[in-house]
Nanobody
Framework: QVQLVESGGGSVQTGGSLRLSCAAP????????MGWFRQAPGKEREGVGS???????TYAESVKGRFTLSQDIAKNTLYLQMNSLKPDDTAVYYC?????????????????????WGQGTQVTVSS
């Protein structure tokens, strides 16, 4: 069982920034694909982006140019830097992991292809 723990959520105004963190088990970055999803009230969980062990990233169109995924393998931590936040970004954000390799979009953003999940952290963007 892979345990993932998110932190860093909160409330910001439109245009603000937040950085989410996801603490993962040791060495997960070297053998798993990591990603971020989000789920707004009444909506399906949607993919935000993914990062593989070599640091290759993919992003959903809705966040491209505003969000950045990164990882510190030595600290076993995944990050999501979110800039230029909009009210539409309001959601619970989840860290996710799947064994071995990342899938290409659009499969990369479909939650059924991911094996492990964190408990989620709330992000609220006010206008």
């Amino acid at each position: 069982q892979v345990q993932l723990v998110e932190s860093g959520g909160g409330s910001v105004q439109t245009g603000g920034s937040l950085r989410l963190s996801c603490a993962a088990p040791a060495d997960i970055g070297s053998s798993y694909c990591m990603g971020w999803f989000r789920q707004a009230p009444g909506k399906e969980r949607e993919g935000v982006g993914s990062i593989n062990s070599r640091g290759r990233t993919t992003y959903a169109e809705s966040v491209k140019g505003r969000f950045t995924l990164s990882q510190d393998i030595a600290k076993n931590t995944l990050y999501l830097q979110m800039n230029s936040l909009k009210p539409d970004d309001t959601a619970v954000y989840y860290c996710a992991a799947r064994p071995r390799f990342c899938l290409n979009p659009p499969l990369a953003y479909q939650y059924e292809y991911w094996a492990y999940w964190g408990q989620g952290t709330q992000v609220t963007v006010s206008s």
